[in-house]
């Protein structure tokens, strides 16, 4: 417990969450609840698979809930359910294969919105 605690990356995710609580109320409610949902599951089994199909080992995916958590609060709402779930497997997959020497080079939020601007020509 006292590891989940001082690590960075849930203390991130956790303040993240606050910040989804507090804007909840600017969108109808399922829409929110909706978009937390796909994109978080999204992003942690693509990580939790992609990590795994890499190293061969599971973990706490720490930086796929953070990842999701901001795509959460920043995805375009009028968009499908299937691109939300390739935006989500895209910023995951460029985080897990684009690597130089063990650390990826992009920002995966910002990856995924790329290739959801460029696929789908969502803002």
Known sequence: ???????????????????????INHLALPLPLYLLLLCLGSTVISDLIFTFIRRRKLFVPFGAIVTGLILTLIIDPSALWWQILAIAASAMAIKNFLRISSRHIFNPVASGLFVGWILFGLS
């Open 1 to 23: 417990m006292n590891a989940v605690i001082n690590n960075t990356k849930a203390q991130v995710a956790f303040v993240l969450l606050i910040l989804f609580i507090v804007t």
